[in-house]
Every structure is written in C-alpha cells, then in structure tokens.
C-alpha cells in the first residue's frame, strides 16, 4: 500500500468524470467478472450523460449515496454506494422488499489500497448513514465464486441471510445475500 492516509466522503454531483474513471478501472479488476453486473466494455460505452446523471443520483442522499475514498493527494481510491430500498418495493432482482434496508453495491479499492482499512471505512460511513436514514438492516449481494469479497463481509458483521439469486444470463451460477441487522 502506497499510503495509509485517506478521507471518507460523499461524491458531489460535478465529480463525475471521476465516478466513471473509478468506475472503468473497477470493470478492470480481475475480479470483475464475479463482483459486477456490468462489464468494462458495457461501462464504455455509456455516454457522458450516463455519467452525469448516475454521478447526480449518488450525491444527492435521497435513495443512494456513493461514498468515495480520497487520498491526500486527491486520487480516489476506493467506493461504496448504497441504497435504499423500501418496503413493499421490489428490488433490482424482482425480489419483494419486504422492510426498509439499505443496500450495498459498487464495492471497489484499489489493489495498492487493499488491506489498509479502506473498505472498512468506506462501510462504516454507507451503514452509519443508512441508519441514519431509519432502515431495519443493510444487505448486500455477492457472487458465491468471490471467497474474498464474502470474508471481508463476514468480518464487517453480515451473515448469509439463505437467500439465492439466481444470475440472469449465466447459468448455473448465483449470487448470494448478506445482512447485517440494525444493533437495537
């Protein structure tokens, strides 16, 4: 790791240039094809408009939040976004919501970054302010092939909830839920 000193923020809505860089360099990582639903030449081809909105959507803290981490040098480093989903909706899978949560997507660090308490960090300030926004329990999806990804999630305090989703469009493999309850 190339520095251990880094902030923990919201995006703002004009940063999205930087959104999408972070975005494609995360398409990069070998680990993409099991941790995103997208693919980098997907990613691409998104007009700046894309861009635009998506970056404008996850500064604003109504439904989401994208939380960057920004080294001292100003070069982001790592990412979380988080969602909110409320009950009696119907999530990104077609899976009813069935209390308010929040919902984590778009993990990404740095390999150079990784191990340092980035990741930590960064969902440490999604959580907070999810339950800031009076959700239940946060959850996340992720792909029963990425060990990594599930024992991070594990240390942070999620546990498999036994939910399955299915990948659409790759047969024979899933995805599956963690949660972590709200602490009463």
Same mark, same amino acid.
């Given at each position: 790791?190339?520095?251990?000193?880094?902030?923990? $923020?919201?995006?703002?809505?004009?940063? #999205?240039?930087?959104?999408?860089?972070?975005?494609?360099?995360?398409? *990069?990582?070998?680990?993409?094809? +099991?941790?995103?639903? =997208?693919?980098?030449?997907?990613?691409?081809?998104?007009? %700046?408009?894309? #861009? *635009?909105?998506?970056?404008?959507?996850?500064? =604003?803290?109504?439904?989401?939040?994208?939380?960057?981490?920004?080294?001292?040098?100003?070069? @982001?480093?790592?990412?979380?976004?988080?969602? &909110?989903?409320?009950?009696?909706?119907? %999530? #990104?899978?077609?899976?009813?919501?069935?209390?308010? *949560?929040?919902? &984590?997507?778009?993990?990404?660090? $740095?390999?150079?970054? $990784?191990?340092?308490?980035?990741?930590?960090?960064?969902?440490?300030?999604?959580?907070? @302010?999810? @339950?800031?926004?009076?959700?239940?329990?946060? $959850?996340? &999806?992720?792909? =029963?092939?990425?060990?990594?990804?599930?024992?991070?999630?594990?240390?942070?305090?999620?546990?498999?909830?036994?939910? +399955?989703?299915?990948?659409?469009?790759?047969?024979?493999?899933?995805?599956? =839920?963690?949660?972590?309850?709200?602490?009463?």
């Amino acid at each position: 790791m190339s520095n251990t000193n880094f902030e923990i $923020r919201p995006i703002r809505a004009d940063e #999205w240039p930087a959104v999408k860089a972070l975005r494609l360099l995360s398409l *990069q990582d070998p680990a993409a094809p +099991v941790a995103f639903l =997208e693919t980098y030449e997907d990613a691409l081809a998104h007009p %700046d408009s894309f #861009w *635009q909105e998506r970056a404008a959507r996850s500064s =604003e803290g109504e439904g989401s939040l994208q939380f960057v981490a920004e080294a001292e040098d100003g070069a @982001w480093v790592g990412s979380v976004v988080m969602l &909110i989903e409320a009950a009696g909706t119907t %999530d #990104w899978a077609g899976f009813p919501v069935e209390r308010n *949560q929040g919902h &984590i997507v778009g993990v990404f660090v $740095r390999p150079e970054w $990784r191990g340092g308490g980035v990741t930590k960090a960064l969902f440490e300030a999604a959580v907070e @302010w999810a @339950w800031g926004r009076g959700v239940e329990a946060v $959850r996340l &999806i992720v792909h =029963e092939d990425n060990p990594r990804a599930q024992g991070f999630y594990r240390k942070a305090g999620f546990v498999p909830s036994g939910k +399955v989703v299915p990948l659409e469009g790759h047969e024979g493999e899933n995805e599956l =839920e963690f949660v972590l309850e709200k602490a009463e």
